[in-house]
């Protein structure tokens, strides 16, 4: 019997404690959601990572201390939002680096160099028909040779395009000599070309077989002697747009991927002058969109009309073409196409002024970005005197001139 009473006290005892631990707890239920906030914040601010943040959320009233934590909290918050702003900013303007390097190679693609006498029209090559179309253009009285009025005659529909071609300077005529890397080359090595100076020739134009060079300096280039037939040059009567008072031969340095635009990008040659032009190569490589604005060339992408690959000289010539055929019904000689070629009384009346304003307003109305992959020659150029006095006669009997037309 005592032992079953021993038993009983200690059961009691046990279930005592039990009871009052799960009182305790419901108690402790009931009073946590009335214990205040700030006690969780300060906990939490308390275990953040954030530097400063729990000497901010301290418990009791806020003191100097804990302003001053806040005020310099503020204070890195703002230089870090500052300077995120400013990286997005900055990386939103897609920033690049521009690089230049130089490098040496064994060989080279020589240039194609195009050439064009500042005359237009060989006054010995004009004939009565060709005086007549061409009057408001070279300023010459409208009359044959025999001294009779246009009126009086009858001329057949100018051909424009002949009579460029037939009224040219001939390269078989003007040139006297010719070596490229010390071999001998001919006007057959030259192409004919047609710009705003007529007809004009193009040495190395071919740009599937480019010549190449393997070294610099004097004979491993082109070497031309040239007469620019200063006795063929027009007459002036009157000032007209095509009227020249100078004499020499217009001279431009280009890729073979870009048609020549000598007008605007060509260098004057004067004659009685022997003038060096040292080129040097330069490639450059522009970013597309976003970071830059040149146009990207895609394979299989149909370029502009009449060229084989993009350039900015090529969307020019494309642009004037479609201002005159807009204006005028007709494209100029010079200007790629299947359209009809003006005749020169529209030249005059249209074509010149409408070309000039394109020109004039390129900018705005011919958008021309520049390509992705460009080429270009830099030049230096010097002239020397020729011929002095000891190979003036050697070179008048050598091309049958008199000494002075060789001076």
Not at 5 to 30: H, T
Request: charged fraction near 25%.
């Amino acid at each position: 019997m005592p032992i079953e009473i021993v038993c009983k006290i200690k059961f009691a005892e046990e279930d005592e404690k039990q009871a009052a631990k799960e009182e305790g707890d419901k108690e402790s239920l009931l009073e946590e959601p009335s214990q205040p906030h700030h006690r969780d914040l300060a906990t939490f601010a308390g275990a953040s990572t954030l530097h400063g943040l729990g000497h901010i959320c301290r418990p009791g009233q806020l003191g100097v201390r804990q302003a001053l934590w806040a005020l310099a909290f503020v204070a890195s918050l703002a230089f870090f939002l500052y300077q995120a702003a400013r990286s997005a900013l900055f990386y939103l303007e897609h920033p690049h680096v521009t690089t230049l390097d130089e490098e040496a190679t064994q060989k080279m693609i020589f240039p194609a160099v195009t050439i064009c006498n500042i005359n237009r029209f060989r006054h010995s090559a004009l004939t009565d028909a060709d005086i007549f179309h061409l009057a408001n253009m070279t300023g010459l009285p409208p009359k044959d040779r025999d001294g009779h009025k246009a009126s009086d005659l009858l001329y057949p529909d100018p051909d424009m395009a002949d009579i460029v071609n037939r009224t040219g300077h001939q390269l078989e005529d003007m040139l006297k000599n010719c070596s490229f890397s010390g071999e001998n080359c001919s006007a057959g090595n030259f192409t004919v070309v047609y710009t705003r100076y007529g007809k004009c020739y193009t040495f190395n134009g071919d740009r599937n077989k480019p010549r190449v060079t393997r070294q610099s300096g004097m004979g491993n280039g082109l070497e031309i002697m040239l007469d620019i037939q200063q006795e063929e040059y027009l007459p002036i009567w009157r000032e007209t747009n095509e009227t020249s008072f100078e004499a020499g031969i217009r001279v431009q340095i280009h890729s073979q991927d870009e048609p020549p635009y000598i007008h605007q990008l060509g260098f004057g040659v004067s004659p009685g002058f022997q003038t060096f032009v040292s080129c040097q190569e330069q490639r450059l490589t522009y970013l597309p969109q976003p970071w830059g604005s040149c146009r990207a060339s895609v394979k299989g992408e149909q370029v502009l009309p009449g060229y084989e690959s993009y350039s900015i000289a090529a969307c020019r010539l494309q642009c004037e073409k479609e201002a005159v055929v807009r204006n005028c019904q007709c494209r100029m000689v010079h200007m790629p196409g299947n359209e009809t070629i003006c005749s020169p009384n529209v030249y005059i009346e249209c074509a010149d002024h409408t070309l000039d304003t394109a020109v004039e307003d390129s900018q705005e109305r011919c958008v021309c970005p520049t390509p992705c992959n460009l080429t270009r020659y830099g030049k230096e150029i010097s002239m020397v005197r020729m011929p002095n006095k000891g190979s003036a006669r050697y070179l008048a009997r050598k091309y049958n001139r008199n000494e002075t037309y060789i001076r």
